[in-house]
Every structure is written in C-alpha cells, then in structure tokens.
C-alpha cells in the first residue's frame, strides 16, 4: 500500500512537471510572436529586448537560439554602437550555447554584416577579423560547379568579401584577382560570378581591368565569361572594343560569350564599336542569330542618317528573310524621311515577299513616319487585299481622331466589303464615342 502511495505521488509530480513545461513552451512561443510582430513594425529596439526576454527566461525552448538571433539582426538595425556591440554579444552567446544552430550561414553572414559595421565605425577588432576572414578566401572550397547557389561556407566567405569591399576596396582586388586568376577552381559558379561583380565596381582600375580580360579568355564557364564580357562593357576602357571584336572573330568560341559581345559593343558606343557590329551584320560565314542581334543594336545606337543608310544598303545584300525582318524593323526605329521612303517602297513592291511587305507596313504605322491621310492614300495603291487589310489595322493602333476618322470613310466607302467589315470591327474595339454614333446610326439604316 505504501508503495502505491509513492508511485501516485510520483505521478503527480511528473505530471505537474511535464504541465509547467508546456506552459513554459506556451510562453515563449507566445513572447517570440510577439517580439516577431514587433520586429515586422520596425519597432527593433522593443523587439530586441522581448528577443532578449525569450533568451534568458527559456533558454531551454525551441525559439531560444533564434531568438538571440533576431535580437542581434533587431539590434543592427538599430545602427548605434552600443547596439552593434550589443548584438555581437548576442550572437557570440548563441555560437556558445547552441553551436549547432549558430553555424547555419544565417547567423555567420550576420556576425561579417556586424563586424563590418563596426570596422566602419573605427572597432580595430573588428577590421582585424574582416580581414582575417577575407583573408581565408584563398582556401579550398567544398562545392559542386553547378550548384544553384552558394553553400554555406561559401556565403559567409562571400560576406566577408562584400564587406571587405566596403571596407577597404584596394585590400578586396588581390583577394578576388586570388578567387578568379589563380586558383578559380577553388570556387563555385555562382560564388565567381559574384564575384565578378565585385571586380567590376572597381573597373577604373588596371587591375579590375584585367583580371576582367582574363576570365573573359580563361574561365571554364560560358556563362562566368559572359558575365564577364557584360561587366566589361561597362567600364569604357580604349581596350574593351579590341577584346569583343576578337572573341566575335573567334569560331571557337561559345554563342552565349559571343552574343554577350554584340550586347557589350552596343552599351559601349562609339564609332570603333559601330564599325565592328556592320562587320558582324554583314559577314556571311556568322551565324544568323549573331548578324541578327548585330542588326538589332545598330538600329538602336546613334548616328541616325548614318545608320539608316548603311542598313538601306545592307538590306539590298541580304537573301535571308529573317535577315531582312530586322533590317526593317531597326529601320523603323532610326526614323526620318530616308526610313519612310524606304519601308513605303518595300510597301509598293510586288517583287517583296508577302510577309515583308506587310512587317514593313506594321512598323511604319507603329512611327510618326506616316500620317493617317497618307495611310488612307496608300490603300488605293495596293496590289494585295491583305495589304490593305494591314492598313485597317495599323489604323485601329493608333490613339488619335484622325484614324477614327479615316476608319469611319472606310466603314461608309470601302468597295470591298471584307474591308468595311474590319473597319467596323476596330471600330467597335475603339471606345471612341464618335465611332459609337456611327455604328448606332449604321444599325438604323435600312439594310
């Protein structure tokens, strides 16, 4: 009987125990939510402290290590000295009382943000440990070379390097000439094309300069080098042109680099830039997408007069329809009198395909290069219904009440009916109100 006794009571007190755990549990996740809500507010210095409650009064709940997280991201962004001292603190006591939380990138990539911060501010302890975590970048890396993303290691590593960046650019080139000139194959994908960026916010430098031009030539990923390429472009240096021409003249290399190029040349401008994309649109050993893409930028780069008379003269050269779709379609966006008389006169010609000839009547109705009084005057003038059926068409487009005009004489005067119908058919989509009259006035009639 005694024995029993014992037993109930510790049953008991096991119960009273397991229910004060839960409870225990119920507050802090409770207290969390609340110290979450106030973060989400922007309230952070009241966030912190409540993260700081959650920490110390639970330290055995399963919020406890995030909370003493969130307390230092609360407390960083708060941005005082204290407080980034404080949050150190808090980040330190996190590594030391859950160290297996404490090493997820999260918590690591914050310890750089704070200790940059810090540096800033003058802390030489905590530029010393920049430094010293930047330094270890030279390392290798566990990683898989098409891995999306970076891994862990790699982006506390890749912190410590955007921080050092801010801290100190001219310590930050040799550790990223060491990431992507010696020893490249230490590093993920990813973690080099960030890394490119980097080098490029310092291009005025000859040495961002170069270790550009060598991933450009050397790295083993098509796409690295054509980040690369792009990032080049951006720097405006006499050199850059010399290196596209010679990686477009290259049959070897990949179509994404070459490509890259043709972009590059177009954000660099110039003359010696133009001359080496009229090179491109006009050689016929390059593939078609290359001299397409070449004909594109031409279009959209300066020296109107200039450019419209080149791709006049190249138009005549080429047998490739989607060649020639291009070239319309960048002459078009060159504008002027010379583009006009050019896309009307593919318009007029019965020798031109179809299909070209209604590309160039789209284009130039999507210009200022014709008014709606010429459109109509061109309807008269065309052999093939379906021409002028682009005319009606290209009329509906445009947002002014001339064209509603000119759609009206053609829904009353049209002598193809199929012609009248598609003018009262864009009518109808017009929303104009004088369109609606019409078409009510036209219901009424006797039919």
């Given at each position: 009987?005694?024995?029993l006794?014992?037993?109930?009571?510790?049953?008991?007190?096991?119960?009273?125990?397991?229910?004060?755990?839960?409870?225990?549990?119920?507050?802090?996740?409770d207290?969390?939510?609340?110290?979450r809500?106030?973060?989400?507010?922007?309230?952070?210095?009241?966030?912190?402290?409540m993260?700081?409650t959650?920490?110390?009064?639970?330290?055995?709940s399963?919020?406890?290590?995030?909370?003493?997280?969130?307390?230092?991201?609360?407390?960083?962004?708060?941005?005082?000295?204290?407080?980034?001292?404080?949050?150190?603190?808090?980040?330190?006591l996190?590594?030391?009382?859950?160290?297996?939380?404490?090493?997820?990138?999260?918590?690591?990539?914050?310890?750089?943000?704070?200790?940059?911060?810090?540096?800033?501010m003058?802390?030489?302890?905590?530029?010393v440990?920049?430094l010293?975590?930047?330094?270890?970048?030279?390392?290798?890396?566990?990683?898989?070379?098409?891995?999306?993303?970076?891994?862990?290691?790699?982006?506390?590593?890749?912190?410590a390097?955007?921080a050092l960046?801010?801290?100190?650019?001219?310590?930050?080139?040799?550790?990223?000439?060491?990431?992507?000139?010696e020893?490249?194959?230490?590093?993920?994908?990813?973690?080099?094309?960030?890394?490119?960026?980097?080098?490029?916010?310092?291009?005025?430098?000859?040495?961002?300069?170069?270790?550009?031009?060598?991933?450009?030539?050397?790295?083993?990923?098509?796409?690295?080098?054509?980040?690369?390429v792009?990032?080049?472009?951006?720097?405006?240096?006499?050199?850059?042109?010399?290196?596209?021409?010679?990686l477009?003249?290259?049959?070897?290399?990949?179509?994404?680099?070459?490509?890259?190029?043709?972009?590059?040349?177009?954000?660099?401008g110039g003359?010696?830039?133009?001359?080496t994309?009229?090179?491109?649109?006009?050689?016929?050993?390059?593939?078609?997408?290359?001299?397409?893409?070449?004909?594109?930028?031409?279009?959209?780069?300066?020296?109107r007069?200039?450019?419209?008379?080149?791709?006049?003269?190249?138009?005549?050269?080429?047998?490739?329809?989607?060649?020639?779709?291009?070239?319309?379609?960048?002459?078009?966006?060159?504008?002027?009198?010379?583009?006009?008389?050019?896309?009307?006169?593919?318009?007029?010609d019965?020798?031109?395909?179809?299909?070209t000839?209604?590309?160039?009547?789209f284009?130039?109705?999507q210009t200022?290069?014709?008014d709606?009084?010429?459109?109509?005057?061109?309807?008269?003038?065309?052999?093939?219904?379906?021409?002028a059926?682009?005319?009606?068409?290209?009329?509906s487009?445009?947002?002014?009440?001339?064209?509603?005009?000119?759609?009206?004489?053609?829904?009353?005067?049209?002598?193809?009916?199929?012609?009248?119908?598609?003018?009262?058919?864009?009518?109808?989509?017009?929303g104009?109100?004088?369109?609606?009259?019409?078409?009510?006035?036209l219901?009424?009639?006797?039919?």
């Open positions: 009987m005694k024995t006794h014992c037993l109930t009571i510790a049953l008991l007190l096991a119960c009273t125990a397991t229910a004060a755990v839960a409870q225990s549990q119920d507050e802090a996740r207290t969390y939510r609340q110290a809500d106030l973060l989400n507010d922007r309230d952070y210095s009241e966030a912190a402290d993260f700081e959650v920490a110390t009064r639970y330290p055995d399963r919020q406890a290590p995030d909370a003493l997280y969130w307390r230092a991201f609360a407390l960083m962004r708060e941005g005082e000295r204290r407080d980034l001292l404080d949050a150190k603190e808090a980040l330190e996190q590594f030391e009382l859950y160290p297996d939380q404490a090493r997820n990138s999260d918590s690591q990539e914050l310890a750089i943000r704070i200790q940059s911060r810090l540096a800033e003058g802390d030489a302890e905590a530029a440990e920049i010293r975590l930047a330094n270890e970048l030279g390392d290798p890396v566990d990683h898989e070379d098409d891995q999306d993303g970076l891994n862990h290691d790699e982006q506390t590593r890749m912190a390097l955007h960046m801010q801290m100190d650019p001219e310590r930050a080139l040799p550790i990223l000439r060491k990431i992507l000139v020893n490249p194959q230490n590093y993920s994908r990813e973690f080099r094309d960030q890394a490119i960026f980097m080098v490029s916010q310092q291009a005025q430098e000859d040495e961002a300069l170069d270790i550009l031009l060598y991933v450009v030539r050397n790295d083993r990923s098509p796409e690295i080098r054509g980040q690369a792009f990032w080049l472009s951006q720097t405006r240096s006499d050199r850059t042109v010399g290196i596209l021409d010679s477009l003249a290259d049959p070897d290399e990949s179509d994404e680099v070459r490509e890259q190029a043709i972009f590059a040349l177009s954000q660099v003359r010696e830039a133009m001359q994309l009229r090179r491109v649109a006009g050689d016929p050993d390059l593939e078609l997408e290359l001299r397409e893409n070449a004909i594109f930028w031409i279009g959209q780069m300066g020296g007069r200039e450019t419209t008379e080149f791709l006049i003269e190249l138009y005549a050269e080429l047998e490739d329809p989607e060649l020639r779709e291009k070239v319309v379609f960048s002459v078009a966006q060159t504008g002027g009198r010379d583009a006009s008389e050019f896309l009307m006169g593919i318009v007029r019965p020798e031109e395909d179809i299909d000839r209604n590309n160039a009547l284009w130039l109705g200022d290069l014709v709606e009084v010429e459109l109509m005057a061109m309807i008269s003038t065309l052999d093939e219904p379906e021409l059926e682009q005319v009606v068409f290209v009329l487009q445009r947002d002014s009440p001339a064209a509603i005009d000119a759609l009206i004489e053609l829904a009353r005067n049209a002598e193809d009916p199929e012609l009248r119908e598609n003018a009262i058919f864009w009518l109808g989509q017009s104009d109100e004088r369109a609606a009259d019409y078409l009510e006035e219901v009424g009639e006797d039919w």
